[in-house]
Nanobody, 115 residues
Framework: QVQLIQSGGGLVQAGGSLRLSCEMS????????TAWFRQAPGKEREFVAV???????SYADFVQGRFTISRDSTKSTVYLQMNSLKSEDTAVYYC?????????WGQGTQVTVSS
């Protein structure tokens, strides 16, 4: 049974940094597409970043070079490093992985950026 366990997040001032982690149990990220999404209050969940088995990366336009998605294969963990955070980045962040054509979500973690 694949599970995604998230950690990190919290409260940070505008301009600060946070790193989110997403650990997979029951599988490995090595051969699967993994992504981060976020959902702000009153808004729909939106795409943030994705990486695939070839370590190719893609980001939403609003990231503008501030976030980096990475993977530590030895720890079965995917990270989202977020720098230069803005108040509009405040949201619940979710990791997502597709394993054998089945999508799995992490439990979500709150990121709050104070201005």
């Amino acid at each position: 049974q694949v599970q995604l366990i998230q950690s990190g997040g919290g409260l940070v001032q505008a301009g600060g940094s946070l790193r989110l982690s997403c650990e997979m149990s029951g599988g490995t990220f090595n051969r699967h597409t993994t992504a981060w999404f976020r959902q702000a209050p009153g808004k729909e969940r939106e795409f943030v970043a994705v990486t695939n088995r070839y370590r190719q990366e893609s980001y939403a336009d609003f990231v503008q070079g501030r976030f980096t998605i990475s993977r530590d294969s030895t720890k079965s963990t995917v990270y989202l490093q977020m720098n230069s955070l803005k108040s509009e980045d405040t949201a619940v962040y979710y990791c997502y992985a597709e394993v054998a054509y089945v999508g799995y979500w992490g439990q979500g973690t709150q990121v709050t950026v104070s201005s």
